[in-house]
């Protein structure tokens, strides 16, 4: 039997649980009204244009609007990973007709959850299914059917539905389909327009082709951004610490090779269909790993190797190009300043030196950081983030930001995510906003490309139940009837 204080504490954790599960209201205070915003307009004297702007780039004019990539259809097949379910839903968004398919059994990531804790799965509130918040948000949409291609009467279904597609977007493991033989050199022989587009971490092929594979085949996002040095590169510097105390490379809290390769996946598999339509007639293969889609935006880093031979150290949220270019801590959490210039770098200290007089002495008066070059060495960005430091431990970041504005600074603070979501500007585009889905009110993220005057993407609803498009989707793009699905379902097929 329980001792008493076993159950206390579990009264206890089963209590604050159910205080983690409260609804935020939202938005706690609400958006600001045009009235209050013009004016901004007018003082910056664009009233006519941010008038034009608001009626043509509004948020929520989306809906009306054409698609830009409406009549288009999309396949897409894999499991854990983002990369492919990022790319899908980004056709989604653009109109296209997206369909995803999963085992019988479901994908595994509708079932990952924060802390493995099953009250953080959403509910859908006609079925009662759970499902992870990670699989809703990449479920937009997509319409969603299950299918066994292990199965040779799976594999046939998927040739049907591969026959019947524009883009084929596959993000199983390297040659997982080819070995099935529902791969692009056999699916191109029955549908030669289909863009097919592979998108995983490392490669289908060289060396590394099979380097992850026994046990992590489905979940190589760390591997990719380990791969390519952007962890190495993320991270305090070892050499501005005391020993022990920092200096290791750290990953991104997203999963971010993921999320670039599927962006890139969706550039490329555009451009495709341009070349399809207006210059080759075909279709064909594209390749996207998250390791290569990472290293495209590593900055010079590779470069910097190539020149003198020597590996760009980490620099923690120090920019070794300008002095200052970089967030510092204050009062009450983190403020950026940007100095890069100059001037600006002199208005940085004229500002500073208001309230911390030693700042102007101690900066200004010092020969070595008269010129731009000189002050961007080490030594001299450790005095300056030093000094700037501490004016900011005494101020929080609206004050700092007001006085740095005064000075025609670019600052701002690092926000968090619910101060993000509650920021006016945000709010009144807005930037994030509540969507009624199947699982009740979601704060989500509008889409990036949601302002535009023609074809802007939307947001139609978010998740499925598993299968729930089974008997619309195999109708529609095989011919299937009801009883067919349902005899496939009964094999284990569907």
Known sequence: MPEKRDIEINSRADTIGLMDMDVRPYPVTPPP??????????????????DWAEDNLRFEKRYPKDEALSGLRVLDIGLW????KFCAS???????EVVSIEPPSGDPLRKLTPFGREEYLLTNKLTGEKCGMEFVNETVNKHCITLDVEKEDGREIFKKLANNVDILIDGMPPGYMD??????RQLKEINPRMIYVWIGMLGQWGPWKDKQSKFGQWELEPFASCANAWVHNTGLAQ??????????PTRSGIWLADYVAGGQGYVNALAALYWREELGGTGQMIEVTGAEALMDILDFDITWYGFNASIKARSGGWDPNLNQYAWNPCKDGYMMIGGQTDKLWYNIGFCLERDFTQFGRLIHEDP????????NALHALIKTYTLTTRWLRDTNRVEAETKLLEYQLAAGPILYIDEVCEFPHFKYRPWVYVHETDYGPLLIASSPSSYQVRAPFRCKWMGRDLGYDNYEIYLKWTGMGQNKVNEMKQKGVI
């Open 368 to 375: 070595f950081l008269k010129e731009m070059g000189a002050r």
């Open 179 to 184: 070995n099935l033989g529902i791969g692009y």
């Open 239 to 248: 050499d501005l610490l005391p020993r022990g105390k920092g200096g290791d």
């Open 90 to 96: 980004l056709f989604g968004e653009s109109g296209a």
């Open 33 to 50: 009204s045009y009235d209050q915003v013009k004016p901004v307009y007018e003082r910056r004297k664009a009233l006519e244009f941010c």
């Open 81 to 84: 990973r983002l990369g492919h």
